[in-house]
């Protein structure tokens, strides 16, 4: 039996030293501002991150998938439940419009400036595959790797439904003067709401279009913001044009569809910002020439996989 078909404890070990900044955030916060939320949270969440990520790392390759739906479950399944539903924040990205406008520094703005705004510089779209509570239940459907992109600029109708919720917000409040108040019941609403919405029109997609991501690729409004500063991440996935032998098993399980052996082949990054990071090629290649590397460069072509 290969090391690498085994549980490796002393990866699960290693891999927790993730959670020290994380906590030492969450004890700057709390002494800087006295309010015990960010103790808990930044200690949780540093918690959550070390062992997801411990699980992933010690997992063999082939279970590798089941670490990363674990960590989905722990934070994304904490920030919806407990900064949504027991705080009521309202954590859709109409939230977030409103809270910029009131002016709340609340757990909701915060989380999008790490997850979803400047984060990404650093570690790409990892939040949609390690954290995202709406893609926690649509990577439980069926149809892990869709067949493709529906041809044409479908991918666009998520940058219209960001420019829709913005002008539904900025209608709302300074053309009939509404106004949010912090963790009260109608911020419950509105996420518990939004949420049905997202939650019934990924599912019902991802049946249509046989594909689970389907939701991601054609709808979501909030990739308009990740794509923006994914191009700028640190983090990418390699190719080894030396190792590849252009067997495409990477392509066929890539959830986004992108083509992977095309970047390969061009000697660059996986510049696509529908990169989400999953690592599900890394752990495909059977010649083990991807890899996650560290470098820059300001993406480039979409190069997707279309039906
Ligand atoms: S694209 Fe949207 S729904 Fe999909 S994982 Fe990312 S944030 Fe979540
Ligand atoms: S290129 Fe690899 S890491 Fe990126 S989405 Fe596709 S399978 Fe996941
Ligand atoms: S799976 Fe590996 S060897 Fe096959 S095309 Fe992708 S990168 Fe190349």
């Known amino acids: 039996m290969k090391i690498d078909d085994k549980f490796n404890f002393k990866e699960l070990v290693s891999s927790l030293a993730i959670v020290i900044p994380f906590w030492i955030v969450a004890i700057v916060l709390w002494r800087s501002t006295g309010d ?35 960590t989905l479950f722990l934070i994304g399944g904490y920030l919806f439940v407990f900064l949504g539903l027991l705080n009521s924040e309202n954590l859709q990205i109409e939230g977030f419009f409103f809270y910029l406008l009131a002016g709340f520094f609340s757990g909701s ?8 705004i400047f ?26 790797h ?16 960001f420019i829709l919720s913005l002008s539904i917000v900025l209608l709302l409040w300074f053309g009939s003067g509404y106004r949010v108040e912090s963790r009260s019941i109608t911020e419950l609403y509105w996420l518990l709401a939004g949420n049905a919405i ?32 994914t191009r700028f991440s640190l983090l990418k996935i390699r190719g080894d044009i030396e190792k590849c032998t252009e067997c495409g098993a990477c392509m066929k399980t890539c959830p ?8 390969v082949k061009m000697g660059s990054r996986v510049l696509s910002t ?7 090629c890394v752990n495909t290649c059977p010649a083990g020439a991807l890899k996650v590397s560290f470098g820059l460069d300001i993406g480039g072509k979409e190069l997707l996989n279309e039906r």
């Not at 984060?119 to 892990?144: E, N, Q, V």
């Not at 869709?146 to 998520?158: D, L, V, Y």
């Not at 529908?274 to 599900?280: A, M, P, S």
């Open 36 to 70: 015990i939320f960010y103790l808990f949270n930044f200690l949780y969440i540093g918690a959550a991150v070390g062992i997801g990520i411990g699980v992933y790392s010690a997992l063999p390759r082939k279970k590798k998938p089941l670490g990363r739906k674990l």
């Open 109 to 116: 703005v915060i989380h999008y400036m790490v997850a979803k």
């Open 119 to 144: 984060g990404p510089i650093l570690f790409s779209r990892a939040w949609c595959s390690w954290a995202c509570w709406t893609a926690m239940i649509l990577d439980l459907l069926p149809y892990k």
């Open 146 to 161: 869709g067949s493709g992109r529906i041809p044409g600029k479908w991918g666009g109708s998520r940058h219209i439904h």
């Open 198 to 229: 997202y939650y019934a029109t990924g599912i019902t997609l991802a049946f249509w279009l046989k594909d689970n991501r389907a939701f991601c690729k054609y709808v979501c409004p909030i990739t308009t913001i990740l794509k923006f500063t």
């Open 256 to 263: 986004m569809d992108i083509r992977i052996p095309d970047y």
């Open 274 to 280: 529908e990169c989400i990071l999953c690592q599900t």
